[in-house]
């Protein structure tokens, strides 16, 4: 097992690679600004990256293959088993999430309306966002191919998302009045249950 992080730059350093079973540091690398998010694809061996306002994808060794600009600060990042990676952020040009090919051709982008905190992909290739409210939205769900299925709201901020083996949707952030912090939803963006 190997661990990779990222963070904030320390002497030149944004990212570290570590031996899973004891520890031990493999390599450094600096991606020139503090990282925000990181996405592996082992069965592609590489990894895509969030440094500031860009996202690059890299090799085992840290080392990048392409490099795509996304014109502000990106906090989140998510890989496909074909190596399609999709990335939110802040708005830059009215867009907030991008999505590229394995070769980092961008394949189209969207709108959450306000930043996009974080992405995540399940194993069809469905996309979620989820960030700050924008029309009483936190969460977006769209198809590979860009189209918007459903969308959600959390009630504040949302700092998290995952899904599982049978495509539910999870979503973690601020609290909203209940109290409430976590919210599942099921693959067709209906709420399950709620929880703090």
């Known amino acids: 097992m190997k661990v990779y992080v990222v963070g904030t730059r320390t002497s ?5 690679k570590y031996e899973g079973s004891d520890g031990s540091q493999e390599w450094t690398a600096d991606y020139t600004y503090q990282g925000y998010g990181i996405a592996l694809a082992p069965w592609r061996v590489g ?3 969030t440094a500031g306002s860009g996202v690059k994808w890299c090799n085992e060794g840290g080392v990048a293959q392409w490099t795509a600009t996304h014109g502000n600060t990106i906090y989140g990042c998510a890989v496909d088993s074909a190596g399609n990676l999709v990335i939110g952020g ?3 040009d009215s867009i907030t999430t991008r999505y590229y090919d394995s070769a980092g ?3 189209w982008t969207a709108d959450h309306g306000a930043h996009v905190r974080t ?4 194993s069809a290739g469905h996309i979620i966002t989820g960030g700050q409210r924008a029309s009483s939205l936190t969460t977006r769900y769209y198809d590979s191919d860009g189209t918007e299925q459903w969308t959600a709201d959390h009630g504040a901020t949302v700092y998290g998302v995952t899904t599982d083996a049978s495509g539910n949707v999870y979503t973690v952030g601020d609290v ?9 939803y099921n693959s067709a963006g209906s709420l399950q249950w709620s929880a703090d």
């Open 47 to 49: 990894f895509g990256v």
């Open 90 to 92: 802040f708005r830059a």
């Open 176 to 184: 909203v009045s209940g109290p409430y912090t976590i919210r599942k």
């Open 12 to 16: 030149s350093v944004t990212a570290r």
């Open 119 to 122: 992405v995540a992909m399940d």
């Open 105 to 107: 051709t961008e394949q």
